[in-house]
């Protein structure tokens, strides 16, 4: 009986994803519309307030948990999942690193994301489950919740007619990682700001790597 709670949980969540993705995609042709680029940084954050609005009469964490900020462990767990996530992602073929202007944007963008993968499908998740009394709700709640979110990229990608192969393995299996150990601190805290710092954290280690990468790299073929 438990595991068809989960599996309900599941289908539910899955639900909630094509909500998520349909207000996403209204919301992004709107922005485009408006010829106001920078506005698209927020498409994210805005498909996700009807959802999160519904999560806030659903019993969900306590938001201010204000003791987990001085938790060192959590932060710890958190620069180890973002500087894992970040090895992974940084032997991808193809990375351009960023700078300036433009880092400070795909950190940022990061930081937003974890608006709708934490404080929308996570807590609607852990709401859902504690209704259903779902037993070990917090283990099942993070691993629901990175599935989920793996489901997410596959959708993506085969929306922008990508195949699968080495780099769409990467990819999730990064997402994967970051979302465990990002969704555990979460899970422990319920203070959305140090999920935020640890996707913050990883893009400028990623961007970091891949810039080193690509100095020696270039390096390399110089003394060829």
Not at 19 to 37: A, D, M, N, R, Y
Not at 64 to 73: D, T, Y
Not at 118 to 140: E, T
Not at 175 to 195: A, D, R
Request: aromatic content about 14%; hydrophobic content about 50%.
């Amino acid at each position: 009986m438990d595991y068809l709670k989960i599996i309900l949980c599941f289908i539910i969540a899955l639900c909630i994803l094509a909500i998520w993705f349909g207000l996403l995609s209204v919301i992004s042709t709107i922005l485009k519309k408006s010829k106001k680029p920078l506005l698209l940084h927020f498409t994210t954050i805005l498909a996700s307030i009807p959802i999160i609005c519904v999560t806030c009469f659903m019993n969900g964490y306590d938001f201010m948990n204000i003791h987990s900020f001085v938790n060192i462990k959590l932060y710890l767990i958190t620069l180890v999942t973002a500087g894992i996530t970040a090895l992974i992602i940084s032997t991808k073929e193809n990375r351009n690193y960023k700078y300036g202007r433009e880092l400070l944007w795909w950190g940022i963008d990061g930081v937003f994301m974890e608006i709708p993968q934490r404080l929308m499908m996570q807590s609607f998740l852990y709401g859902i489950m504690k209704l259903l009394k779902v037993p070990r709700i917090d283990i099942y709640t993070i691993i629901v919740t990175s599935c989920i979110w793996c489901i997410g990229i596959a959708i993506q990608n085969k929306m922008m007619k990508q195949r699968f192969g080495r780099e769409w393995f990467l990819e999730t299996l990064s997402s994967f990682i970051f979302s465990m150990g990002i969704g555990y601190v979460y899970q422990e805290s319920g203070l959305l700001v140090i999920s935020m710092l640890g996707h913050f954290c990883e893009r400028l280690f990623s961007n970091y790597l891949i810039k080193n990468k690509s100095y020696n790299k270039n390096t390399f073929d110089k003394q060829d």
